[in-house]
C-alpha cells in the first residue's frame, strides 16, 4: 500500500506565501501522472499543478505564474511552491499519483490552506 503524506499548509495573508511538500513511501521517478489537487467548501476537487504522463508540466489557469510544482525524487517527495496567495486559494490541498503497475489512484489526506484577506 502506498503512503502520501501531505505537509505544509497553514493561515497566511493574502500576498504571502506557502511551500507544501507531499512524501511518497515509495520512489517516485516513475510516478506519473503526480501533482496537486485542491477542493474548497462545496466546490468540486480541481487539479492545480502536476507532472503529466508527458514528462511536463500543467497548471491551472487560476495559479500560473504563482504556483511552481517541483519534484526531488531522492527524497520522493513533491512540492508545491506557493506565491501571492490570494483568498479565492483557501481550500484543502491534495496529493495525487499513479504508478502504471499499481493499480487506481493514491491520495494524501490533505493540507488545509486557509488564505485571509
Known amino acids: 500500500q502506498v503512503q502520501l503524506v501531505e505537509s505544509g499548509g497553514g493561515l497566511v495573508q493574502a500576498g504571502g506565501s506557502l511551500r507544501l511538500s507531499c512524501a511518497a513511501s515509495?520512489?517516485?521517478?516513475?510516478?506519473?501522472?503526480m501533482g496537486w489537487y485542491r477542493q474548497a467548501p462545496g466546490k468540486q476537487r480541481e487539479m492545480v499543478a502536476v507532472?503529466?504522463?508527458?514528462?511536463?508540466?500543467n497548471y491551472a489557469d487560476s495559479v500560473k505564474g504563482r504556483f511552481t510544482i517541483s519534484r526531488d525524487n531522492a527524497k520522493n517527495t513533491v512540492y508545491l511552491q506557493m506565491n501571492s496567495l490570494k483568498p479565492e486559494d483557501t481550500a484543502v490541498y491534495y496529493c495525487?499519483?499513479?504508478?502504471?503497475?499499481?493499480?487506481?489512484?493514491?491520495w494524501g489526506q490533505g493540507t488545509q490552506v486557509t488564505v485571509s484577506s
Open positions: 515509495r520512489p517516485i521517478f516513475n510516478a506519473k501522472p
Open positions: 495525487n499519483a499513479r504508478w502504471w503497475f499499481l493499480s487506481g489512484d493514491y
Open positions: 507532472f503529466t504522463s508527458g514528462d511536463t508540466t
